[in-house]
């Protein structure tokens, strides 16, 4: 027995749950857990099923094709780890929170490659043995310096692009690759901070909360699609330096957990946002 | 359009999803939302259903017995508001913080009267023109002193008991009366502290963490089904008034979250624990 | 024996802490709690002293400024319940919240009177006995509005004014009048979504997390000092009304807790920050 | 210039703070950060004071044993880092997170050894070229098992002893041969759900709310001097399983942040409770 995960999103209408469920049925697939949606703001639907049983891929996205509007976007996707290449520049917490737990089982993802900028966390990712490809940013345009990253990413055929703390920012040219397939942590609770020095910034404001926000990129900076943020309580008494350092305990904690969240298919992105099912 | 919610609660089997929503989309009736749960432990199937439309009630349960287990428990309850009867002795804490919730539409429910075993809380009571009565315990048997108060509550037809800091053990008679029907706040986090005095055990034992949990009544004391918990950090400056103090905020805060579940049928009782869709 | 709040805010040096808790001892107060904190990027020092003994407040003083640098900002306050003056306009929730836990006693504070610019909260301020006083707006310019109330205001004599969801933008000349002594809470997790509509661009933007917070208000809007900020999680099932009814349990949430901070001497403003000793 | 920590432990009188940071000033030591509390109910009164300078540090304790009660407990320790030896057995989740951290910098400590019962960390060990000494119980008495385990330990001269999930129980011979200077993690919010399977408890008992503990090791099992606390939020969809799984990420972290604490000495003990200063 198999477990795939099927996501439908359409436009609204009655009956929806009742026309997928049944072709469910009809298949004698079972219904692990079950999870719909209905965005009234914009009249949208959305379904997540976690199915088991024998499947007929094809035929059962053409049952529900018949059912379902026409412009539904319908997709049942295997339950197997995803693949994952890793962007990173000098910082290793979050990087070295990704690695652990696929480690020891704590995350399901396979961790294909990791690129850096610098070569600072080459070591880190030797530890455990996933491929580290230092592509130097210096003495190249932006455009060359993504060209060879894109080369060395294509040759991993991976599912998405996780940046654990890469500082650079990506051309429109290169977000366009990988359509919802990048994942960032932004050091700060957006949209509050965003930009350069965050943990100053809310130093200088006093602020009594800081957090880290996971998101999608898209070709707004600091703009894509957020998938999961987190806080903690500060006071006084933190200085922007004691700010950065726990700052890092919420960045990994979150980005770790929006990587949970995707990797188990329980994120659908629509327009700026996204549903997520958990 | 009148809006209702859908309880379903049977033993686990194929199809059921399909079956219940295709009962209603012959009714016509639209899903608002839908939940479900399945505990593989015990084979047990739960769905929530909201619903909106035009309902024939008996007609609706009768087409959903032919297509459900035999032993289907199954409930189309009206989203209107509950009523309440709130027992009390002479902490104001939570009784005030749900009649100020009812007041300014923070909480949805009809306070139908208070009953307390002391008169502290009447001037309270008569501010937000809710019934008062006081029936004391002293002089009189507790089988006496609950058959004065079953008098005076079943008159208000209820159909829920708050026990709002009651903090008197009710006999496994009364409790009968009032199955899966009465919501008491645990002063602690359960199952630690429990009985008496539980700030003062949690200052002896150096926690960090204190808490509170909202529950069904039922007859083994202080171990009904657990509807919601929450906790607050606390450290060693904290007196055990101090607990008792700050307990106080998680206390209603806690019994008036459980409140909004349970008024809002998100709250399914199976065996010693619960089900909460929200 | 009476107990007393000693604030010290001085230029740091060495020995401080000594000179000061030495006038202290000399003075055969008793220290009940005393907290510190260096600024160390600014170079300042503040202490909060609770102190229990015979009080000669100016020998005191006196005593102080003679071993501590010639700036320093030295305050000996009584730890009598404060008073307030309570401005709102609508909404209930920040209002009921405190006139409850003043009730019960779960705030420390005197509230002298309440100022509407509707007539909305009379009702609820004569639940509780305080003094209402509508001053509509309408029909006359900002500073006619703003003398009017002032009229009342002073009257009163108050410790703080306290926002409590009052809906207008306050001038300069009010805001000079009652320099940090004005307490606001901003429908928002400053610095985001300043201005109107916060739930609204929190919906749009998707975020996953909501917040308030409560501040003393300058002349910079919504750039006040920050006392308290809190949030909570959220999820796309939420509509911009749902953003909003939640919001305003974590609004009088974080406003009650701001303003135990400031009615017990535990918030010390020093531009534009605080300093919360608790 | 220097930074140590002065830890002062006292019956509690007049005058405390007074004399201890003149006996700094006179030293000429500057005060980073001072943190004092009293417990009111034992008369007891403790001090945390972070110094800076030039230190004479058996004349600072004469002159400090000089001007405090006869029986006070005056402790002037080095800021420099603490040494452990993690003993664990099968799971790397706690392991894994305190080597990772070491590594980047978000931890204090320096890992002088691992110890297992079982073989089945040491390549985790290796990755991080930490000593791994695998001691199996298998064949012999606890007592000789802890007897073979006390001969690698000392010779390592480990400031504490981290049981990083090491499933055994000790004697009460080892635990007094490193009286407060053994800290573990146990999967669970206590005093809840002592012993074993707790996540099953849990699961059983339908709790709303998971956590974990951070304690010394006395000689009560369970109940040794709480360090640190933290919950997670859980509902009826979490199988004993998953809160087990999820129960980890909170071990890990409560366990970090405990070994955090006592790594900069900001945990006092004093019978079976901690101060916790930070």
């Not at 290449?85 to 396979?110: F, P, R, S």
């Not at 900076?221 to 500060?234: A, F, M, R, T, Y």
């Amino acid at each position: 027995m198999e477990r795939k995960v099927l996501i439908t999103n359409c436009a609204d209408a009655q009956g929806l749950i009742s026309k997928i469920t049944g072709v469910c049925f009809n298949h004698q697939l079972n219904i692990i857990k079950n999870s719909e949606f209905v965005d009234n703001a914009q009249g949208r639907f959305f379904m997540r099923t976690e199915l088991e049983g024998e499947f007929n891929g094809e035929l059962i996205i053409n049952d529900l094709e018949k059912v379902l509007p026409s412009t539904s976007d319908i997709k049942l996707v295997s339950s197997a780890k995803k693949r994952i290449v890793i962007l990173v520049t000098k910082e290793a917490h979050c990087l070295g929170d990704i690695l652990m737990k696929a480690y020891y089982g704590g995350l399901d993802v396979d961790i294909a490659a990791i690129v850096g900028n610098y070569q600072s966390l080459e070591p880190l990712a030797e530890k455990f043995d996933i491929p580290f490809h230092f592509i130097s940013h210096e003495g190249c345009s932006r455009a060359e310096h993504e060209n060879k990253m894109v080369a060395v990413i294509e040759g991993y055929e991976a599912d998405y692009l996780v940046l654990a703390k890469f500082m650079r920012i990506l051309t429109p040219e290169f977000v366009e690759r990988f359509p919802n397939r990048i994942i960032n942590i932004h050091h700060s609770f957006l949209p509050a901070f965003i930009g350069a020095s965050p943990y100053r910034q809310a130093w200088e404001r006093g602020v009594k909360i800081i957090g880290a926000t996971a998101h999608f990129v898209n070709n707004c900076l600091d703009e894509g699609p957020i998938i999961k943020q987190d806080v903690i309580h500060v006071d006084h008494s933190y200085s922007a330096d004691d700010l950065a350092k726990n700052g890092r305990d919420v960045e990994k904690s979150v980005l770790s957990k929006a990587l949970h969240l995707v990797m188990h298919e329980e994120v659908i992105v629509y327009g700026n946002k996204t549903v997520v099912f958990n």
